[in-house]
C-alpha cells in the first residue's frame, strides 16, 4: 500500500468512527518526521478513543499494518497514532484548537477528503 493510499484509508477509517474536521495534510516536502498527518476532531474522550482505536484495528485487521507508537489513548484528548510515514491525531476540538497543528503546517498541501462523506464511505460521483 502506498503512503498517501495508507494515509487516505487512515482517514476513512476515522470517518467510519463520526469524526469531524478532518485535514489530511501533505508534509513530505516540508518535514523529515513524516510524510502525511492526518488530523480529526471527536465530541467527547470517549469518541476520541473510538476514532483511535477504529484506525488502530482497522489498520491491522484489514492491512496488517501496526503503529510504531499510540500515545495518549488512556486520557482521549489527544491521541497520536505513529505509521512513520502517516501520523494520525484525533483531539477533542478544545484541544485541538490550543495546539493548532494546521497552523504550524500551514505552508503543507492538503489533500482533498471531497470523495468521502461523513461517514467515511466514498462518496457517489453525480
Not at 46 to 74: C, F, S, T, W, Y
Request: charged share 30%; hydrophobic share 40%.
Amino acid at each position: 500500500m502506498k503512503t498517501e493510499e495508507r494515509a487516505l484509508q487512515c482517514a476513512e477509517y476515522a470517518l467510519d468512527k463520526k469524526a469531524f474536521n478532518a485535514k489530511l495534510l501533505q508534509v513530505k516536502e516540508i518535514s523529515s518526521l513524516t510524510d502525511y498527518i492526518l488530523i480529526v476532531s471527536g465530541r467527547s474522550d470517549r469518541q476520541v478513543q473510538a476514532i483511535a482505536e477504529g484506525v488502530r484495528l482497522d489498520m491491522k485487521q484489514n492491512h496488517e499494518i501496526e503503529p510504531i507508537a499510540v500515545e495518549g489513548l488512556k486520557e482521549g484528548r489527544w491521541v497520536l497514532i505513529d505509521y512513520g510515514d502517516v501520523m494520525v491525531h484525533a483531539f477533542q476540538e478544545p484541544i485541538r484548537e490550543f495546539y493548532d497543528l494546521e497552523g504550524l503546517w500551514r505552508e503543507a498541501a492538503e489533500v482533498d477528503l471531497g470523495h468521502l462523506d461523513e461517514s467515511g464511505n466514498a462518496a457517489a460521483e453525480s
